[in-house]
């Protein structure tokens, strides 16, 4: 792998850790420490580096980022069906590309969608679910997977009915919303808090209702979680309908036929922003039609036939006092731009990515250099481009280290993929002796989608690592906390809640374990792959005996979404001596759960599918998840192991199809496809 992979990976992992150290102070402690501008720029900036390198499909995508771990002050309850965070869009080629993407995955593009626009509010997501018309819960957004019972606190609120009398309300039917506050209201309270939606999620996590009752709270319902029986087929008349049973909702909501009438109302919205009494920071665009919506399902992270169109971003001039580089855990070597502080969207900001060495020399950014950086999917900013014109004469071209800042020697790899060599450069250590990939792992290891440890975040590893409380993994579950309770910043109290958290911890999802890793090349995806390939950490460790991981290997490159970089990744970490004794001193302090079977139930439970050709009515993605859905697995290659090929109607290849009856596979029609699932 070259550097340029390395680096681009590094910068990467950087911008998924300031993501989750702000998910944590917005979602958690409802303390904002940047603008909503610049995290959706950072987000937007990760999500781009996600498309434009297929590498990093290994690591799971910031799109399942949603939310944060629920606060210890509530019961948590997991919500009946996830509330997913949305995918962003930051101009007209975007909203394009989400609607080539929907008709892709339909496999129809002749389709005339008509989509629900509304103000995206700057709020707190909530979920109310009624049974027979009752109020019977209340939950905050939390992770996405578990929310804080708040159900007392939002009963505060006048805008939610406590019930809803009506002869056509379902049986269940939970409502999705915003608790914001207006803007002249928050006027009256701006001394307490920094922000409107500071005072409304600290309102809202009060642990006395009758306080949370003093604050001018209101909710405006968006969408809906679990109802049962449901028989709308619109957004629109969705929306119309809870009208009619109590619920306010957005007065700016309605319909777009094409690209140009969403580009009016976003175009017409963001004009009058200003005017409005509740802060917004873009519009949310949804497919009208709900059997779509159905149709279309989500990712790990987020809804296919839903997005967030942002607002557009805000740039800054500033100078470069210096260029320092950081290393992440895979070794990429980043530089960051230390630059004279300059406000940039009402955050003030004092460094901004340069991204690689290629990218230093493509912008030739110097030392002393004024330059231009926005806040285009980064929390930290990216520089954008240089004024010549202000250029000191005297100035030199930045010469990229060929050293790691451990001293190792780098190198810059090639991409297995594309053939050519990677703009990352790359520290070579493999075996934890580069002290700063090591302390990378570690903070990887504890962050959200991995063992979400709470109180110990990257400052804490940073703390820890420098008094040598924490130098491996397993060391963290071995914590002095006498001594820990000593520390400036720390007291029994906190010792205690770490303590706490790290027990909770310990046990673990076998794919969540995978993950916290750090394999190259293994992402969430990855990882769920995995566990539910290996099942047991028992089995995974087996590759770890070199007599048996290459028939492991060779069973795993089978698995459709596993490519040459996974196995390669796999292969190098578990033969790896030192990884050995790290995992094995680490497992003995965990309670790792074997993978869930997957629908025991289903049409293609324990059955093994692959596709060849296109089909007509689908997708290949959607027949995919189609396949997974209903208990079966996909695989990427013809094996005795294969129970069934399922050959589409445009040109299907004929070797596979050969191969196939060669090894006994069944082999179908997309037509008896269809039949099977009853499509």
Known sequence: ????????????????????????SYYDKDAPVISDYKYDELKKKTLEIEKKYLFLKKFESINNKIGFKPSSKFNKIKHAKPMLSLSNAFNNNDIKDFGKKINNYLNNTNLNLIFSVEPKIDGISASLTYKNGVLVRGLSRGDGEIGEDILQNLKTIKQIPHSIKSQDIPKILEIRGEVYIGKKDFEK??????????????????????????????????????????ILKKQSEFLKKINEWGFKTNPYNSLAKNLKEIDDQYNKIEKNRSDLDYDIDGLVIKIDDLALQARLGNTSNSPRWAIAYKFSSV????????IVIQVGRTGALTPVAKVEPVTVGGVVVSKATLHNEEEIIRKDIRIGDIVTIQRAGDVIPQVVSVDLSKRDKQSKKFIFPTKCSCGSET?????????????VRRC???EYKCQFIAKEKLKHFVSKDAFN?????????????????????????????????????????????????????????????????????????????????FKSITKLIELFNSFKRENLLKNIAELDGIGSAQLNSLKEFFSNKTNNEILSSLIMNL?????????????????????????????RSEAKSLVEENGGKVLGNISSKLNMLVVGNSKPTKSKIEKGKTVGVKIISESEWYKLLNI
């Open 1 to 24: 792998m070259s550097n340029k992979e390395d680096s681009i990976i590094k910068n990467y992992l950087e911008k998924v850790k300031l993501i989750e150290k702000y998910n944590k």
């Open 189 to 230: 309270i701006k001394d307490k808090f920094a922000n409107p939606r500071n005072a409304a999620g600290g309102s809202l996590r009060q642990k006395e209702s009758t306080r949370t009752a003093k604050i001018p709270l209101k909710f405006l319902a968006y969408g809906f979680g679990e109802v049962k029986p449901f």
């Open 315 to 322: 740039k800054a001039k500033t100078k470069i006092n210096d």
């Open 411 to 423: 190198i810059k790899e090639i991409n297995i993929n594309t053939k050519k060599i990677d703009a």
């Open 428 to 430: 070579l250590d493999r």
């Open 453 to 533: 440890i709470e109180g110990l975040g990257k400052k804490v590893i940073d703390q820890f690592w420098d008094l040598t409380l924490i130098k491996k993994p397993s060391d963290i579950f071995n914590l002095d906390y006498q001594r820990i309770e000593s520390l400036e910043g720390w007291g029994k109290l906190s010792a205690k809640n770490l303590k706490t958290a790290i027990n909770i911890s310990s046990k673990i999802s076998l794919d969540k374990f995978i993950y916290s890793l750090g394999i190259r090349h293994i992402g969430q995806e990855n990882a769920k792959l995995l566990g539910n390939f």
């Open 591 to 619: 309670k790792i759960k074997n993978s869930k079977a997957l629908n025991k139930d289903g049409k293609l439970t324990d059955k093994t599918i692959m596709f060849t050709g296109g089909f007509e009515k689908i997708s």
